[in-house]
C-alpha cells in the first residue's frame, strides 16, 4: 500500500479545520429584499439550526399557503452534524494509518455527502415552494415559490439570493482541497 | 423730457413696499432639500401650545415627523382613552383632556444634551411631563400644587439636577377662600424645584420657594461659572389683579429674580423648610407593564426667603421682562423687556460681587434688590421694538426676536452693538436656535416661531395654522431659507443632531418581556373571562386576523374590555382596534403591546370590530363581530376563530 505523501498527510488537518467551521458559522444564507422591507430580511442556515428572521418570513408566506419553517422539522439538523462529526474523526485516522486508498475513499464520502445534502436541499426548496395550502389567501395561477438553489431570482413582490456563508465557502474549500490532493497522489504514484 | 419720466419712474419703483418674496435669495432651496429616501439633520421638537401637544419636525425641510399626545388626549392612537394611558391626564380634579403646552427642554449632561429625555410643561393646570426619547412616549406628568399658569417650567439645571416649575399667575396656598383684591396679602407666586432622578428620570418635587404675588414669566438655569444659579424673569410686580394689560405696566423696571439653588437645596436638607399638606397628581407609566398609574401625593417642603438668607436677590430689569436667557459661557444673562426699547445684558461676575458688596437698592418684600448697573455689564441699543426671547450661536453672537418690529436682531455679546437684521412672517414669539440655550449651540440655523401668519400659505378659512421661518445663520449675514406650517401654537421649541437620538430609536416591543396584566402571548391563550358584568376579552392580533373574533353571550350592562395583544415582532407592523358605536376612541397597538379598550354597550345588537390600521393585503379582512344580546337572554358564552356551522358539525 502507498504512503500519502507529505502535502496529503497536511491537507488533513486543514480540510478538518475548514469542517469545523460550519458549528461556529452560518452555511448558507438567503437574502430577499422587497420595496416595503427596505432593510431586507434574511434567513442563514446552519449546520443544526435555521435562524434570522425566519419568524417574519414565516408570517408572510401564510398569505401564499407556504408552510412555516421550524427548526424542529428539519431531520437534517441531528443528521448533519453527526455525519460531519464521524468524517473528522475518519480524518484523524488516516492522519495516523497515512494510506492513500484511505485518502481517495475519504474524497469519495465527501463528494458523496455534498451530493446528498444539495439534493436534499434541492428537494427541501421544491416542496417548500410547490406544497401550498389549498385555502391560502392569495393563489396566483401557475406560480410556485421554489427559492432558487444558488443565486437570484424574483419571486412576486420579493427578490432572493441565495448563496453559501462563510461557512459554506469553508465547505466548499475542503472539498477544493480533497480533490485536488485526490489528483495530486493519483499522478505522483 | 425722457430723461425726466425715467427717473419718475426709477423713484416710483424705489417707493415700492418690500414684500416677503424679496426676502428669499439664490440658493435657499438647495440648503433646505432633503432628497426622497436621505434624512434630515436635526430633530426639532416644538410645543404644541393650545393643542397640549409636542410636535416633531425634520430640519432644514421642515417635514412634520410625529405629533407626541402629551397633556391632551389623542384618539387617533387611543391616550388618554385606553385603560392603560387615563392615568396619565389625572389630576387632583380627576382627568383633564386639554392643556396649554408652552415650553420644552431636552435633558442635559454637563450643560450638553445627552438625548434622554424632554421635559414638557403644561400652563393651564399646573403640570411638567417626561417624554422618553427611544420611544417617543410621555413616561411621566408630574402636577404642581401652590401654583397657576405653570410658564416659567420646564427649564432645566446643568446636569439636570433639577427642573423647574414657575407660577405665571399668583394664587393664595391652601386652599383658603380670600378675596381677590387681597392680593397683595394673601396671593403668592412659587418657584418649585422638581429633582429627576439620574438613571431612571423619575422626578420628584423637592421644594417650592415661595415668593411674593407677582408674574413669573421665563427661566433659565446659569451655567459654568453660574451654575449654582436659577434666573426667572418676572412682571406684573405692581401686584395688579385687574386690567394687567394697563395696571402691570406702570412701574419702569420689573425684576429678574436670581436664586441659588445650590443654597436651596441645603436648606431643604437642612429642615429650614416647612412641610405643608398640599394635594398633587404624579402619574408614571410602566414600560414592563405597559400602563400608567396615578399616585395622589399630600405634602409638599415650602422655603420662605425670610427663613433661607442668601438664597434669593432681584435684579431691576426694565418693563415686563420675557426672556431670561443666559449664554453658552454662563456668564450673561440677557433679560428681555417686551415693552422697553433696550434689552438688558447683566454680567454674573458682576452679579456676585454686588452681592459680596451688599449693593442693594431696598427690598422687595424683603429679598434684596441689587442696584441696576452695579449687575448690569451693557445695553443693546435700540435693537427693535418689543424683544422677546435671546438665543445664541457659541461664536459670540446673540439673537433676539423682536415682536413687534417683526423681526430676528443679531447682536455682539462682546461690544453689545446689532451686527444684522431680518424680517419674520408675522410678529415672532420665541426664537431657537439647535442647543441655543447649552454650552455648545449648533451656529447653522435659526427658527423663528411666529405668531401672526395672514397670507403665508394657502388660505384655509379663518382658522390657520401658525408659521415659522427657517434662517441660514452660518454666515456673517442671516438667511430666510424657508418658510413652514407648524400646528397649534408654538411658543418655545428645542433641537438636536439627529445623531443623538436616531440610532436608540425602538422599533417594536419585545413580546417576550410584555408584562401587562392582560396580555395574551400567542392565540391559544386568546380568552373570555366574565366576572360578574365585566367581560375580560383576552384577544390578538397578527395579520390578518384577530382572535377570537366571534363572540356571543355578552349582554347589554356589561362592561367589556377589550385587551388587544399585537403579536407581531416587525418593524411598523402596528394593528388598530376599534367597534362600532363605541363612545370611546380608537386604539393603535404597535407589535408586542396589549392595549385596552372600554365598552359599555347599552342596545342590544350585533357591533362588528376590525383593525384600523391598514396593516397588509388582507387588512379588510381583519375584522370580528360581538353578539349583544338582551339583559337576561339565555345565551351561553361562546368565543373563537375559524369555527362555522359547518365545521362544528364535521367533528
Redesign the interface.
Known amino acids: 500500500m502507498k504512503k500519502l505523501s507529505q502535502a496529503g498527510l497536511m491537507s488533513i488537518p486543514i480540510v478538518i479545520i475548514c469542517l469545523a467551521t460550519l458549528w461556529f458559522f452560518p452555511m448558507w444564507r438567503i437574502d430577499m429584499r422587497a420595496p416595503q422591507y427596505p432593510d431586507g430580511l434574511s434567513m442563514q442556515i446552519w449546520i443544526n439550526d435555521v435562524k434570522g428572521d425566519v419568524?417574519?418570513i414565516n408570517?408572510l408566506n401564510h398569505?401564499i399557503g407556504m408552510k412555516t419553517i421550524h427548526k424542529e422539522d428539519f431531520l437534517e439538523f441531528v443528521f448533519m452534524p453527526i455525519s460531519i462529526g464521524l468524517f473528522m474523526a475518519a480524518g484523524v485516522l488516516i492522519m495516523v494509518l497515512k494510506k492513500k486508498i484511505l485518502y481517495y475513499t475519504w474524497t469519495g464520502i465527501f463528494l458523496f455527502i455534498a451530493l446528498l445534502s444539495f439534493g436534499d436541499f434541492y428537494r427541501w426548496e421544491y416542496n417548500y415552494g410547490h406544497q401550498l395550502d389549498p385555502n391560502a389567501?392569495?393563489k396566483v395561477p401557475g406560480m410556485s415559490y421554489q427559492p432558487p438553489l444558488i443565486g437570484y431570482k424574483k419571486l412576486l413582490n420579493f427578490e432572493v439570493l441565495s448563496q453559501p456563508d462563510i461557512a459554506g465557502w469553508c465547505y466548499i474549500a475542503s472539498g477544493l482541497i480533497l480533490v485536488g490532493i485526490t489528483y495530486y497522489e493519483w499522478k505522483k504514484k | 423730457m425722457l430723461g425726466l419720466a425715467v427717473a419718475t419712474t426709477a423713484a416710483m419703483q424705489s417707493c415700492k413696499m418690500k414684500t416677503a418674496a424679496t426676502a428669499v435669495q439664490g440658493d435657499a432651496a438647495s440648503k433646505t432639500y432633503v432628497a426622497p429616501g436621505k434624512y434630515d439633520e436635526i430633530y426639532n421638537f416644538v410645543s404644541g401650545g393650545f393643542n397640549g401637544q409636542v410636535s416633531v419636525y425634520g430640519l432644514p425641510s421642515g417635514r412634520l415627523l410625529k405629533v407626541i399626545p402629551v397633556f391632551a388626549v389623542n384618539p387617533e392612537n387611543g391616550y388618554g382613552y385606553s385603560e392603560e394611558t387615563k392615568a396619565m391626564l389625572n389630576t387632583t380634579n380627576g382627568l383633564i383632556p386639554w392643556d396649554d403646552q408652552h415650553h420644552l427642554d431636552l435633558s442635559q449632561t454637563n450643560g450638553e444634551q445627552d438625548g434622554r429625555w424632554l421635559f414638557a410643561n403644561a400652563n393651564n393646570t399646573p403640570r411638567v411631563a417626561r417624554i422618553d426619547l427611544t420611544t417617543f412616549k410621555t413616561m411621566e406628568i408630574l402636577q404642581i400644587p401652590n401654583s397657576a399658569g405653570n410658564h416659567s417650567s420646564p427649564f432645566i439645571t446643568e446636569n439636570t439636577e433639577y427642573v423647574v416649575a414657575g407660577t405665571r399667575f399668583s394664587v393664595p396656598l391652601g386652599s383658603e377662600d380670600v378675596p381677590i383684591s387681597s392680593f397683595k396679602d394673601n396671593f403668592h407666586s412659587t418657584a418649585s424645584f422638581i429633582s429627576v432622578d439620574k438613571t431612571s428620570g423619575k422626578m420628584d418635587l423637592a421644594f417650592q420657594i415661595v415668593l411674593p404675588g407677582m408674574n413669573l414669566d421665563l427661566s433659565h438655569a446659569g451655567k459654568g461659572p453660574s451654575h449654582d444659579w436659577f434666573f426667572f424673569s418676572s412682571y406684573n410686580t405692581e401686584q395688579a389683579y385687574t386690567l394687567l394689560e394697563v395696571n402691570a405696566s406702570q412701574k419702569d423696571k420689573d425684576y429678574i429674580v436670581a436664586v441659588n439653588w445650590k443654597k436651596a437645596e441645603e436648606y431643604a436638607k437642612a429642615g429650614k423648610g416647612k412641610k405643608v399638606p398640599a394635594t398633587y397628581a404624579h402619574n408614571t407609566y410602566d414600560e414592563h407593564k405597559q400602563t400608567a398609574t396615578s399616585e395622589i401625593k399630600n405634602e409638599v417642603l415650602l422655603l420662605d426667603p425670610k427663613d433661607c438668607p442668601d438664597m434669593i436677590y432681584m435684579i431691576p430689569c426694565p418693563k415686563s421682562p420675557h426672556g431670561c436667557d443666559i449664554d453658552p459661557s454662563g456668564e450673561f444673562i440677557v433679560g428681555s423687556g417686551k415693552l422697553a426699547a433696550l434689552i438688558p445684558v447683566f454680567s454674573f461676575n458682576k452679579l456676585t460681587k454686588a452681592i459680596d458688596g451688599k449693593q442693594f437698592e431696598g427690598d422687595f418684600k424683603g429679598i434684596p434688590i441689587i442696584k441696576y448697573e452695579a449687575a448690569l455689564h451693557g445695553e443693546v441699543q435700540k435693537p427693535g421694538l418689543g424683544p422677546l426671547h435671546t438665543e445664541f450661536d457659541g461664536k459670540g453672537n446673540a439673537y433676539t426676536s423682536m415682536f413687534l418690529s417683526s423681526e430676528v436682531v443679531k447682536w455682539s455679546l462682546k461690544d453689545l452693538q446689532v451686527l444684522d437684521r431680518v424680517p419674520t412672517y408675522y410678529s415672532v414669539g420665541h426664537l431657537m436656535i439647535p442647543g441655543g440655550d447649552t454650552k455648545k449651540p449648533g451656529g447653522k440655523y435659526l427658527v423663528a416661531y411666529n405668531k401672526i401668519t395672514k397670507d403665508r400659505f394657502l388660505p384655509t378659512g379663518p382658522e390657520l395654522a401658525q408659521s415659522a421661518q427657517l434662517y441660514d445663520i452660518s454666515g456673517d449675514k442671516m438667511q430666510l431659507i424657508l418658510d413652514f406650517p407648524t400646528f397649534g401654537e408654538p411658543h418655545y421649541a428645542q433641537a438636536c443632531q439627529a445623531s443623538l437620538i436616531k440610532d436608540k430609536q425602538v422599533k417594536f416591543y419585545d413580546i417576550n418581556k410584555n408584562g401587562h396584566d392582560y396580555v395574551a402571548m400567542g392565540e391559544k391563550k386568546a380568552n373570555v373571562v366574565r366576572k360578574g358584568n365585566r367581560v375580560d376579552i383576552y384577544m390578538t392580533a397578527i395579520r390578518s386576523h384577530l382572535v377570537p373574533d366571534n363572540i356571543e353571550g355578552v349582554f347589554v350592562g356589561d362592561e367589556v374590555y377589550f385587551h388587544v395583544t399585537n403579536l407581531e415582532q416587525d418593524w411598523d407592523i402596528p394593528h388598530g382596534f376599534a367597534i362600532k358605536n363605541n363612545p370611546n376612541a380608537e386604539l393603535l397597538i404597535m407589535p408586542g403591546e396589549t392595549v385596552t379598550l372600554k365598552f359599555s354597550p347599552d342596545k342590544q345588537g350585533i357591533y362588528p370590530f376590525y383593525c384600523t390600521d391598514f396593516c397588509s393585503a388582507l387588512h379588510q379582512e381583519m375584522s370580528g363581530y360581538l353578539r349583544v344580546s338582551p339583559k337576561g337572554a339565555n345565551v351561553p358564552l361562546k368565543f373563537g376563530t375559524g369555527e362555522t356551522v359547518t365545521s362544528v358539525a364535521a367533528k
Request: zero cysteines; a neutral charge; glycine letters at 16%.
Open positions: 419568524p417574519i408570517g398569505y389567501p392569495i
